[in-house]
């Protein structure tokens, strides 16, 4: 199998895995998903992230207290990683936030998600499941890390080895998301 049929499968093995074993993450493996994550492209080389990486369990209670909605049924699952790797979004450089301008659009956000993803993809490369939460009570985030309040919380990524099967992915059909040369 090439490196492209294994990225392939890498990409389809990964999902969001709400589900965890109580088995710990070793360092060797959180170390090379947050390379994954800190060597990710971004607009004018900006790199406006900063990854706190939360391994005690009293932290991980608390946040997913601020990710739960119990209502709604969500996030009931974030106290069962080993990791939540909380995402603050940083002041981006001077060129990216001049180019954000021009254009009116935020690419500090997209480099964040593209972030995210290599931190998903090498977390499924390391036998780890992940999930990415937005939904969560950003005020409670900020004040149980101890993030400044004109920081921007934008995601919780849930780090650990999961408890449920690899499930199917559900996809629109190519012929509905991918086009050639027009609209």
Known sequence: MGEGEKMLDLIRK?????????????????GRILEAGRLS???????????????DRNLIMK????????????????????????????KPNLSSRIGSTIKDKDYSLIDIGIAAGNICLQAAAEGLGSCMIGWFDEPMVRKILGIPASKRVELIITIGYPAGETRTKKRKPPEEVISRNRY
Do not use: H
């Open 14 to 30: 990964r999902q969001s895995d709400r589900k965890y074993t109580d088995q710990p993450v070793e360092s060797e493996k959180l």
């Open 41 to 55: 492209p971004s607009a004018c080389n900006a790199q406006p992230w900063k990854f706190i990486v939360v391994d």
């Open 63 to 90: 946040l997913a207290e601020a990710a739960s909605a119990k209502i709604l049924g969500m996030n009931s699952f974030v106290s069962q990683a080993q990791i939540n790797i909380v995402i603050v979004r940083e």
